[in-house]
């Protein structure tokens, strides 16, 4: 008779127990969850790097295979421009525009490195589809966008530009860009 009577007496104190480290367990979920929430919210409330600021010290995974880093690039001007997504359609026509004027880039000695998070494979067919002559950085971590201040939205990033001095400081940032006349404005920021 203890034997059939235990289970009814225990299945009170079970689900309390259970009820109690359930309570226990919540704090740290919410309380790691508003962490996470904090911290994306403080690198948003930073922003996108501005002038004078120094360029962040990372390294690019190209279409091409290769990595550049930015260590490696010192001494040249450097654009990098961040695009939500390879072949839509402002982000087609933002690439065809620099495509456009790449040879007045080039006599500026500038870099040029389109950064979306697309994989490299994504990047390469881009590049071939549209005869792009410059380099497309995959950035599938947002890392790099990160470094940059710039926000991801649904995964993507936003659209902003850097310019980038010889010395490695930021000469001039784009928080809003239009693809419609945006590689001009680039040109424009490397010939001041």
């Known amino acids: 008779m203890y034997v059939r009577d235990r289970p009814q007496f225990l299945a009170p104190i079970t689900s309390v127990a259970v009820l109690l480290l359930a309570c226990a367990r919540q704090p740290d979920q919410q309380s790691s969850r ?16 501005t002038r004078g600021a120094a360029a962040p010290s990372v ?3 190209v279409h091409t295979g290769e990595s550049i880093s930015m260590a ?19 982000c087609t026509v933002e690439a065809q525009e620099i495509r456009d ?13 389109g950064v979306s998070t697309d994989d ?11 005869a792009l002559p410059f380099l497309l950085a995959s950035d599938e971590s947002g ?7 710039v926000p991801l939205r649904n995964g993507r990033a936003a659209r902003m530009s850097f310019v ?17 006349g945006h590689a001009a404005e680039l040109l424009r920021a490397l010939g001041s």
């Open 101 to 113: 004027l790449y040879t007045d880039l080039q006599k500026t000695n500038a870099v040029v490195i």
């Open 59 to 61: 390294s690019f995974p």
């Open 164 to 180: 980038i001095g010889p010395d490695g400081t930021i000469k001039q940032s784009f928080p809003a860009v239009s693809p419609k």
């Open 34 to 49: 508003a962490a996470a929430a904090s911290e994306k919210a403080t690198d948003e409330a930073k922003g996108p790097l």
């Open 120 to 130: 490299r494979e994504s990047h390469r067919a881009f590049a071939e589809k549209h």
């Open 143 to 149: 890392e790099i966008a990160k470094a940059f201040g």
């Open 72 to 90: 490696s690039l010192k001494g040249k001007p450097i654009v990098v421009y961040f695009y939500p997504k390879d072949d839509t359609p402002g």
